[in-house]
């Protein structure tokens, strides 16, 4: 842990007057500087910082988690640890172009929503999400289409033709991060875990994947206005 | 709306989103302190972040992580 709250009972006085100024608002170059050397002002603008991010979180997390559910105390402590670390690691890196704690808050929220959501998908495996069952319904976009009374022959035909499509111009792998992450839901950061890569990674291949799909419609002729329009048809 | 036919018509407007040239989440994660920042003071960000529009359409987790700083931002704590 950082030694946050060390000089509490020493010194009492400079402390205070650091601490008052501190809660002005520090300019972007005051913090770099400020955190750029262990000391005693380090470790002031690191304890302010951390009070920062911690009053961020409930609002980052609104959508995700309530700050009086059990989780989020524990959550916000480890968020702002690893955010404070982050910081620390990759101060070079702050080109200065937004508010220092911004870009913090920023780090924050990427720290957070990746824990969030390696939790609550820490169940689930790949294959289950991409494989297609049988007699279990259609699960992947691969599975047999079985259109639906209100379905109009048109839309059907274009559903077929898309599948048709896909398993001819995709490679597996792209088939099956663009299931999990497009049609199951998964987040990139968890898909691109479970198949050894990263994020970055990942996007380039689904990219890769949306492109060939696309040049493929345009080979025959078919604009992704007309495919849409199929589906409004019904 | 059957689930095959919803699956396919996101996948197609995806498809028609789609650019030759698209930033990955690290590049849209680098600026995306400025873009917040910039949304906040309504400026015409248009011009100058066209890329990363396109890919906070197209990317469901950056478009989180944007939404949740924007949060953070709007709230005067």
């Not at chain 2, 590049?27 to 890919?55: K, N």
Request: aromatic fraction near 6%.
């Amino acid at each position: 842990m950082l030694a946050i709250g060390k000089y509490r009972g020493k010194e009492t006085q400079k402390v205070y007057s650091r601490v008052n100024m501190a809660t002005a608002e520090r300019t972007n170059e005051q913090w770099v500087s400020e955190l750029a050397e262990p000391g005693e002002a380090q470790e002031i603008a690191l304890a302010d910082l951390r009070a920062i991010i911690m009053r961020g979180l409930p609002y980052s997390l609104s959508k995700y988690l309530n700050p009086s559910d059990p989780q989020f105390e524990s959550l916000s402590e480890e968020v702002a640890q690893d955010t404070l670390l982050r910081v620390l690691d990759s101060l070079q890196s702050f080109e200065g172009r937004s508010k220092f704690t911004t870009w913090v808050h920023k780090i924050a929220v990427r720290i957070a929503l990746t824990e969030l959501r390696r939790k609550r998908w820490r169940d689930v495996s790949l294959d289950e999400l991409t494989e297609d069952s049988p007699g279990e319904g259609p699960r992947g976009i691969l599975a047999a289409h079985e259109p639906g009374p209100d379905v109009v022959a048109e839309q059907s035909d274009m559903i077929e033709h898309l599948q048709r499509v896909i398993s001819e111009e995709l490679t597996d792998k792209q088939r099956e991060a663009l299931i999990a992450t497009r049609i199951q839901g998964m987040p990139l950061d968890e898909v691109a875990r479970r198949m050894d890569t990263n994020r970055n990674a990942l996007y380039k291949l689904l990219h890769d994947a949306r492109k060939r799909l696309k040049a493929r419609l345009e080979e025959e002729g078919l604009s992704t206005e007309e495919v849409l329009a199929a589906f409004e048809v019904g | 709306m059957s689930q095959s036919e919803d699956v396919m018509r996101k996948l197609v407007e995806q498809i028609a989103l789609t650019q030759e040239r698209e930033l990955d989440c690290g590049e849209v994660f680098a600026v995306l302190d400025q873009y917040t920042e910039a949304i906040m003071a309504g400026g015409d960000v248009q011009e100058q972040f066209a890329l990363v529009i396109q890919h906070l359409e197209l990317c469901p987790d950056c478009l989180e992580e944007y939404e949740a700083l924007l949060t953070v931002l709007q709230t005067k704590h």
